[in-house]
């Protein structure tokens, strides 16, 4: 199965990948910059937890010779070079790695959503 195509969808923040059979698998913009191949977010051996990532989008998207991707987040992450061969990982493993995900933020009293920072002014 080989990736043909990347189209994403800016309101709804999802990303489809189409596969030369015509499949179409999908991954939010979320899981995308949770699962960054940075190594920021992967770290050394020991990867990072990203939270507060719900409301990220993909704010631009730029071909890597003929073998990736690098995915511009507006949170302004976008270290992380996607090789096409990762993204097929990520989306047959998506499920696995959302639970994982989740099970971790839970762990870490940490949270989805985004962090509001207000200014009151006197």
Known sequence: MTLCTLHYHQQR????L??????IKVL?????????????????GRPK??????QVAISSISPVGHY????HFDD????????FSYLCKLAEQQQQLWVRYLEQL????ASRESLITT????
């Open 13 to 16: 923040r999802l990303l489809d």
């Open 18 to 23: 189409v596969f030369s059979n015509g499949e």
């Open 28 to 44: 939010s913009a979320e899981f995308l910059r949770v699962h960054s191949p940075s190594a920021e977010v992967r770290g050394h």
């Open 49 to 54: 937890l990203v939270p507060n990532k719900r």
């Open 68 to 71: 990736g991707v690098k995915l």
């Open 76 to 83: 302004g992450h976008n270290t992380g070079l996607y090789h």
């Open 106 to 109: 839970k762990a870490a009293n």
């Open 119 to 122: 200014r009151i002014r006197h």
